[in-house]
């Protein structure tokens, strides 16, 4: 059985969040887990490219009906016809998540991710806050794709 690690991410990644999750990806397949992503481009294209440079196992769960839209670096895709609710599916599929940078459907998988109790790594990403304390208890912040997927691999191991 293969272990996954969910990794969250914009489909229009800058340049910047390509690298770090190109690097997450090559990282977490070299600690013998497999990516689980929403599967098409950006964070989510680089996660997989990176897992797959060093012969790890890539899932993509697709918003859409057809497999034809995953990246070129998914090896099995997972088309839902859900939409924006199969990020429900990302974040359950995995032992924890690392999220790269994102915009609001990240911030939507951060949220469920957190719901279910499922611990958070973010990198470049979303900050969180309550209205009445400025503290964020909710994600664990790492600077580098290393420290990311070192804190992960702690929670998981």
Avoid at 117 to 127: A, D, F, H, S, Y
Avoid at 130 to 142: F, L, P, T
Avoid at 144 to 153: C, D, G, I, K
């Amino acid at each position: 059985m293969i272990r996954l690690i969910s990794v969250i991410g914009s489909s229009a990644a800058t340049d910047e969040e390509y690298r770090l999750a190109e690097e997450v990806g090559r990282l977490v397949a070299s600690s013998g887990y497999g990516i689980v992503c929403g599967g098409r481009g950006g964070v989510m294209e680089a996660v997989c490219r990176g897992a797959k440079s060093v012969g790890g196992t890539t899932v993509g769960i697709l918003p859409g009906s057809s497999s034809a839209e995953a990246n070129p670096w998914v090896d099995i895709a997972i088309p839902t016809g859900m939409g924006e609710a199969r990020n429900a599916l990302v974040v359950a599929a995995g032992e924890a998540v690392i999220a790269v940078g994102g915009e609001y459907g990240t911030l939507s998988e951060i949220a469920l991710a957190l719901k279910a109790g499922k611990t958070v790594i973010g990198l470049k990403t979303w900050r969180l806050h309550r209205w009445n304390d400025e503290s964020d208890q909710g994600i664990i912040y790492a600077e580098t794709p290393r420290a990311a997927v070192e804190l992960v691999l702690e929670v998981v191991r």
